[in-house]
């Protein structure tokens, strides 16, 4: 199988994408074909090493990362009911437990079967960040009469709080980072929406709730952000704690506390485990609500692709790795949206600049091709079958352009397509290759089309 491994610490450029040894289940375990798999804000400090932001020691290297996966049992181990192969399910692997791979193990007893109109990357949301807000969400169990304000409202977590919140019949104030953010959450239902690197934030909180006080505050932002929403409370207002993006803890004095009656909580670690149900609870909660459509998860996926990712590619805290091909999944780094910087399901044109007029229409569509490459290539079709070469439509075996084989299409594209560079470097090492055509060269390079 394949798997993203660290060899060593330093960030997404160090995530390595390699074939690594089969899992095979022991006793009382079985295996997953893994569909989708996880990716968590410690995801990012693993691969720096940065071990004070861990609730962990840093692992021996190399170690394959992953938290949560989703996918189809496809193996038992002895001693495990016959009822499991082929079921959909999600499952939390535990802390730094191999889930960037095409295969992981687990014990039944630790596997959510998943519903048909539930998506494997919405279960993997649900399993990690699902859990995590419903156990923050019952350390103040607002109810209709409060006001609650959710900071960093866009993420994972915040999406989850606002919706939460809101199901039971509180009045919402969503503080998020940026115009779109804000637009989001507002999208969410929040009463509320504000943008918090605004320096008058606070004042248009006030202003949106004509008068009311804040009853409980979410916090996962610290520094000045998490100081105003402090602030906000009203008297006997809660203020919990879970986390500080900012870097930097809200700041606050038992004096502060003391004046106002208020209560401060730090709602993770231990206080997780000691919730009715445990971990267990929450997840099935979670999952719950995901089915039935009261928690939407604000899941982003990355291109369906098998190639390491770069440095510049890295996805939003707790989003999910898709499966790119039949057998595993695909890859990203962290944090920050995905772009994919090839079109979806064909080549990519080597320059932004258009073919002759009316030459678009002939342009053939491409085809994907279903091996495994470095990077989303395709076939393009054939209109007639070349004397030697491959037939129309299809993905020549001789090299990633088709040139040696004599592919072109009859109807020229109006564009220069390239493939793959890996095939290139490495030709036969991936499998048959996509059969990309380009136009034939007509007349001088300033005449051509590119």
């Known amino acids: 199988m394949h798997a993203i491994r660290i060899h060593a610490f330093g960030g997404p ?13 022991g006793p009382g375990q079985v295996r997953i074909s893994v569909r989708a798999a996880g990716v968590h804000l410690l ?9 004070d932001e861990l609730p962990f020691a840093l692992p021996e290297l190399p170690v394959t990362p992953g938290r949560e996966v989703a996918g189809v049992v496809d193996r038992l181990g002895a001693g495990v009911g016959e009822e499991w192969p082929g079921r959909r399910v999600v499952t939390h692997l535990g802390l730094v437990n191999a889930g960037y791979a095409e295969l992981a193990v687990r014990e039944p007893e630790a596997l959510f079967p998943l519903p048909d109109s539930l ?11 699902g859990r995590m807000a419903l156990g923050v969400l019952d350390v103040a169990a607002p109810g209709p009469d409060d006001v609650v304000l959710v900071t960093a409202a866009a993420g994972g977590v915040g999406t989850l709080l606002v919706q939460a919140a809101k199901n039971v019949g509180a009045t919402v104030v969503a503080a998020a980072g940026g115009p779109d953010k804000v637009a989001r959450v507002r999208a969410l239902g929040a009463d509320v929406a504000v943008d918090y690197t605004l320096p008058d934030w606070a004042d248009r909180v006030r202003a949106g709730l004509g008068g009311r006080a804040v009853s409980v505050a979410f916090d996962s932002v610290g520094g000045a952000a998490g100081r105003a929403a402090l602030e906000l409370l009203g008297p006997g207002g809660q203020f919990v704690v879970y ?12 004096k502060d506390l003391h004046d106002k009656l208020l209560t401060a909580t730090y709602a993770l670690g231990p206080r997780l485990l000691r919730v009715p149900g445990g971990l267990r609870g929450l997840q099935e909660r979670a999952l719950a609500g995901a089915a039935d459509g009261t928690l939407v998860p604000a899941v982003t996926t990355s291109p369906t692709t098998s190639r390491p990712p770069s440095a510049t ?3 939003t805290p707790y989003g999910s790795w898709p499966s790119g091909t ?19 399901g064909g080549c990519r044109p080597r320059r932004g ?24 290539c395709g076939c393009t079709p054939t209109t007639a079958a070349p004397s030697s070469g491959p037939a129309p439509g299809s993905c020549s075996a001789s090299g990633c352009a088709g040139r040696a084989a004599g592919a072109r299409p ?15 470097r490495h030709p036969g090492r991936n499998g048959p290759a996509p059969n990309c055509a380009r136009p034939a060269r007509a007349g001088p390079r300033s005449a051509r089309t590119t």
Not at 359 to 376: F, I, L, S, V, Y
């Open 13 to 25: 450029g160090q995530l390595r994408y390699e074939e690594v040894p089969d899992p095979e289940p």
């Open 43 to 51: 995801d990012t400090a693993l691969q720096r090493g940065a071990g």
């Open 119 to 129: 998506s494997y990357e919405a279960a993997i949301a649900m399993v990690g960040s």
């Open 243 to 254: 986390g500080w993006s900012s870097g930097t803890p809200t700041e606050f004095a038992s």
């Open 313 to 315: 590619e890295r996805p």
């Open 326 to 344: 039949p057998s595993g999944p695909g890859t990203r780094a962290h944090p920050g949206p995905v772009r994919s910087r090839h079109a979806a």
């Open 353 to 376: 600049r258009p073919g002759p007029p009316g030459r678009a229409a002939e342009r053939p569509t491409p085809t994907p091709c279903t091996r495994r490459t470095r990077r989303p």
């Open 410 to 424: 009859a109807a020229r594209c109006g564009r220069r397509w390239t493939c793959s560079n890996r095939w290139r």
